[in-house]
Every structure is written in structure tokens, then in C-alpha cells.
């Protein structure tokens, strides 16, 4: 069921924080079972929940964008971010998976073919690969939509315990 192993994850600003907010352990086991997870530097400042040295506690691959790249995320238009924009760019030059709960981020995903999971999907990816019990997955999900209930609907809580086969809250 893992389909990410050997190739990188990059994950958003919203995703980051979520995770590292409700249990920072969450990235290393996604780097251990399922694939690295690379962190532009431009989103350090954004992710105030993480430091250059916890990425390296934790396993993050901070990346450091060439110049072309930055100058192409802050020209793009449009509903995207500087930062959004770059993770497309950077997960599309380099065959890696986006993990977004944006909306918009992810249409752009859609529609240039980059290959794109939801904050929440991977954390069941993490369950079904073993390295998360469906226990503390529960746990986690329901912390990651306590502290961003905008994006973490109670559909999609219930979408994620019905692939792990749990019960409701």
C-alpha cells in the first residue's frame, strides 16, 4: 500500500506545523517508513515550530533552493504563495510528492501532474506501511483537527478512520 517509498516528500507550511505541533515523532516515522521528507529553508521562517537543528533531530532534509527557483516562485501568479509555489517547483523537478491540505496547491498539483497526498492520507499511508499503530494514529488525527479544525473537517476525520477501519470520535 505504501507507494512512496524511494522517492521524497515536501510537505507545506501547514502541514509541517500541524504535524509538529501535534507530535513531532510523526516526521521521523515518516522518514523511517515511508520516504524522506525535505523542507525548503525559505519555509523555516514560516514553520516557527522547527529550527535547523530539529529538522537534523528529526530527519528533515532542508533544501536550499537555487536562485532560478526562487525567482520563479515569487514571479507565479495567482492564488499560490511564494512558498506554495516553490514547494511545486521544487517537488516538480525532483519527482517528489507534495503533502498539502490546500486546495488551490492542489489543483495546480493536479493540473501540472505532480503527484500530491493530503496531510491526514499520510498518516494512514504511515499506519497501513507499520510504522504507526491505528491507536496513536487516532490520537494524532484527532490533535491535528483540534488545532486546525479550518482545514481537518470532521468528513475528512471520518474519511481517514474508515480506511484504518476505527471507530468514531
Same mark, same amino acid.
Given at each position: 500500500?505504501?507507494?512512496?517509498?524511494?522517492?521524497? &516528500?515536501?510537505?507545506? #507550511?501547514? $502541514?509541517? +506545523?500541524?504535524?509538529?505541533?501535534?507530535?513531532?515523532?510523526?516526521? #521521523? &516515522?515518516?522518514?523511517?517508513? %515511508?520516504?524522506?521528507?525535505?523542507?525548503?529553508?525559505?519555509? /523555516?521562517?514560516?514553520?516557527? =515550530?522547527?529550527? =535547523?537543528?530539529?529538522?537534523?533531530? !528529526?530527519?528533515?532534509?532542508?533544501?536550499?533552493?537555487?536562485?532560478?527557483?526562487?525567482?520563479?516562485? #515569487?514571479?507565479?501568479?495567482?492564488? @499560490?504563495?511564494?512558498?506554495?509555489? !516553490?514547494?511545486?517547483?521544487?517537488?516538480?523537478?525532483?519527482?517528489?510528492?507534495? $503533502?498539502?491540505?490546500?486546495?488551490? !496547491?492542489?489543483?495546480?498539483?493536479?493540473?501540472?501532474?505532480?503527484?500530491?497526498?493530503?496531510?491526514?492520507? /499520510?498518516?494512514? +499511508? !504511515? $499506519?497501513?506501511?507499520?510504522? %504507526? #499503530?491505528?491507536?496513536?494514529?487516532?490520537?494524532?488525527? /484527532?490533535?491535528?483537527?483540534?488545532? *486546525?479544525?479550518?482545514?481537518?473537517?470532521?468528513?475528512? $476525520?471520518?474519511?481517514?478512520?474508515?480506511?484504518? *477501519? @476505527?471507530?468514531?470520535?
Amino acid at each position: 500500500m505504501n507507494d512512496l517509498k524511494g522517492i521524497g &516528500l515536501i510537505a507545506d #507550511s501547514n $502541514v509541517m +506545523i500541524d504535524y509538529l505541533q501535534c507530535d513531532s515523532t510523526l516526521i #521521523s &516515522l515518516i522518514n523511517n517508513h %515511508l520516504a524522506q521528507l525535505y523542507l525548503p529553508t525559505p519555509l /523555516l521562517g514560516e514553520v516557527e =515550530e522547527i529550527t =535547523e537543528d530539529g529538522c537534523i533531530q !528529526l530527519g528533515i532534509k532542508l533544501i536550499e533552493p537555487e536562485l532560478e527557483q526562487i525567482i520563479q516562485a #515569487s514571479q507565479e501568479r495567482g492564488a @499560490l504563495s511564494f512558498q506554495d509555489n !516553490l514547494c511545486l517547483i521544487l517537488a516538480k523537478e525532483n519527482g517528489w510528492t507534495l $503533502v498539502t491540505n490546500d486546495k488551490a !496547491l492542489r489543483r495546480r498539483c493536479e493540473e501540472e501532474g505532480t503527484p500530491i497526498k493530503w496531510g491526514i492520507e /499520510l498518516i494512514c +499511508i !504511515l $499506519v497501513e506501511s507499520g510504522g %504507526l #499503530s491505528r491507536e496513536r494514529a487516532k490520537i494524532i488525527i /484527532l490533535k491535528i483537527q483540534e488545532i *486546525n479544525p479550518r482545514f481537518i473537517t470532521d468528513n475528512i $476525520v471520518e474519511d481517514a478512520f474508515k480506511r484504518l *477501519n @476505527l471507530k468514531g470520535k
